[in-house]
């Protein structure tokens, strides 16, 4: 019972350790651009996208080829959103999200692939460590997006489908809509009931969340995704 007791301290110790943060993708006004754009996050902490208007994506670069996805450059799978068209949704008082769970450290790097909004500054990092390399800034990753003549969407299997293939990048699994997430303030990417599994295309570790089957990448710094819909 002692034991019991303890380790019930212990699990919810780390569970109100972990942080939601919360980035709105476009707006109703048609802004291009991630708010904020620039995120510190820990270990553990989950990146919560909420699609505010448009039709907007979120898919991983790295720092040297923005808009462009991280897959086509390294083995790292990477993550990617889809096209979230946000007023379908809307309609119902509902937008939709996405959610990441960040596991290293190292700068993650973001965009989005529809039309030239990357070339337009719709980028954004989480952890920045210009101490690290001065020359990978945000600022610098938007001027040299600014510079790319083009924007590639990752492709990926339609969603519910597990697996990746790093040949041609694809993350499986991402969508599933789901009710019943509160948003802000919720500690894991809750209220999705259809996720799939997003395994590496190098380590192919799959690993379980609270409630979300993620997929585990080693060299990438983040863990599964999971799609969902909460009331506004
Ligand atoms: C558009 O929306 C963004 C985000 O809500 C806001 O910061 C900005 O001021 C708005 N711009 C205009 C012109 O309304
Ligand atoms: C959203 O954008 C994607 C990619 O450009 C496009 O294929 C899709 O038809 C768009 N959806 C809507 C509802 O406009
Ligand atoms: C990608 O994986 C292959 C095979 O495991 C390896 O030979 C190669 O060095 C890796 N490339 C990078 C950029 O990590
Ligand atoms: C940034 O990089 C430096 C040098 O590699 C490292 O010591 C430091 O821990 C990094 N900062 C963060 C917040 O990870
Ligand atoms: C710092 O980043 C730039 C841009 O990605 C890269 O060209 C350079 O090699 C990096 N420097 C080090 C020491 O890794
Ligand atoms: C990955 O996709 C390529 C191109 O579609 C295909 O040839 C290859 O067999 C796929 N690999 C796996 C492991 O599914
Ligand atoms: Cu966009």
């Not at 994506?57 to 096209?83: E, K, L, M």
């Not at 969603?159 to 948003?183: A, D, E, F, K, L």
Request: hydrophobic content about 40%; aromatic content about 6%.
């Amino acid at each position: 019972m002692q034991f019991t007791t303890a380790a019930l301290l212990t699990l919810l110790g780390a569970a109100s350790a972990q942080k939601v943060h919360v980035v709105s993708v476009g707006s109703t006004n048609g802004t291009l651009a991630f708010s904020p754009d620039n995120v510190k996050a820990d270990v553990g902490d989950m990146l919560q996208f909420q699609f505010r208007g448009g039709n907007h994506s979120v898919a991983q670069s790295n720092f040297d080829n923005p808009c462009s996805p991280i897959a086509a450059h390294t083995n790292t799978t990477g993550i990617f959103s889809g096209y979230q068209p946000v007023a379908a949704s809307q309609a119902m008082g509902m937008i939709p999200t996405y959610s990441v769970m960040v596991s290293a450290k190292t700068p993650l790097w973001f965009y989005c692939s529809q039309a030239k909004h990357c070339q337009a500054g719709m980028v954004m990092v989480v952890n920045e460590n210009t101490t690290a390399n001065s020359s990978r800034s945000l600022t610098a990753f938007k001027t040299l997006a600014k510079a790319q003549a083009a924007n590639v969407a990752p492709t990926r299997a339609s969603g519910g489908t597990s697996g990746t293939n790093s040949t041609t990048g694809s993350t499986g699994g991402s969508t599933g809509s789901g009710s019943g997430s509160s948003g802000t303030g919720t500690t894991s990417g809750s209220g999705s009931t259809t996720s799939g599994t997003a395994s590496s295309a190098t380590s192919s570790a799959v690993a379980t969340g609270a409630a979300t089957m993620v997929g585990v990448s080693s060299s990438v710094g983040l863990v599964g995704l999971v799609a969902a819909m909460f009331m506004l």
